[in-house]
Nanobody, 117 residues
């Protein structure tokens, strides 16, 4: 079982920045990939960014050049630096982790990001 604890959401004006954090409760050696999805009201959950244990990253086209995903293996934590935020980035952001052995995907509780003036 993997528990994920997210932090860093909030209210920010358009053009502003936020950094989300997600800490996992297991050894980094148990995790293959971590990342973030988001879900806006009335919309499906969508992938925002992911990073593998090897450091490979992928991003949704809508956030490329504005968001950066990174991980700290010592802290078993993944970060999402979000710059140049837009109102359409408003959503609940969910952290995920893929277990290397069980191949199960675990989810965080979600953190609200609201971009509004």
């Amino acid at each position: 079982q993997v528990q994920l604890v997210e932090s860093g959401g909030g209210l920010v004006q358009p053009g502003g920045s936020l950094r989300l954090s997600c800490a996992a409760s297991v050894s980094i050696f148990s995790i293959y990939a971590m990342g973030w999805y988001r879900q806006a009201p009335g919309k499906q959950r969508e992938l925002v960014a992911g990073i593998t244990s090897g450091g490979d990253t992928n991003y949704a086209d809508s956030v490329k050049g504005r968001f950066t995903i990174s991980r700290d293996n010592a802290k078993v934590t993944v970060y999402l630096q979000m710059n140049s935020l837009k109102p359409e980035d408003t959503a609940v952001y969910y952290c995920y982790a893929d277990h290397k052995t069980t191949l199960s995907r675990y989810w965080g509780q979600g953190t609200q990001v609201t971009v509004s003036s």
